[in-house]
């Protein structure tokens, strides 16, 4: 049974940076991907940022391309994700999730396995 936690949600400055983790338990096969979503109040959720396991292949939204970087420490069973230059409208729950496809964080998450909780992330000036 797969879990995962999320960390690293803080209130942070507009123009600053800040590091989430998603740190997983359970077996994980190398053949899938690890996505970042965020859901503002009211709003749908939105896909972030992904990567392949095996091949470090990286996808990201486009509210977030060049701005935001998604990396693994696999002995660690762990995905970063990075942002950086953020926004007001970056503000959201921030979850972390398994999937086959890395499709999951460009079209629409159909096949998440599982999802975490969430960490706040609030951007202020």
């Known amino acids: 049974q797969v879990q995962l936690l999320e960390s690293g949600g803080d209130s942070v400055q507009i123009g600053g940076s800040l590091r989430l983790s998603c740190k997983a338990s359970?077996?994980?096969?190398?053949?899938?991907?690890m996505g970042w979503f965020r859901q503002a109040p009211g709003e749908e959720r939105e896909g972030v940022a992904g990567?392949?396991?095996?091949?470090?292949?990286?996808y990201f939204g486009d509210s977030v391309l060049g701005r935001f970087n998604i990396s693994q420490d696999r002995a660690k069973n762990t995905v970063y994700l990075q942002m950086n230059s953020l926004k007001p409208e970056d503000t959201a729950k921030y979850y972390c999730?398994?999937?086959?496809?890395?499709?999951?964080?460009?079209?629409?998450?159909?096949?998440?396995?599982?999802w975490g909780q969430g960490t706040l992330v609030t951007v202020v000036t």
């Open positions: 999730a398994v999937d086959r496809s890395c499709g999951m964080v460009i079209v629409a998450p159909e096949n998440v396995k599982v």
């Open positions: 990567i392949y396991i095996n091949s470090g292949e990286t």
């Open positions: 359970g077996y994980i096969d190398s053949d899938n991907c």
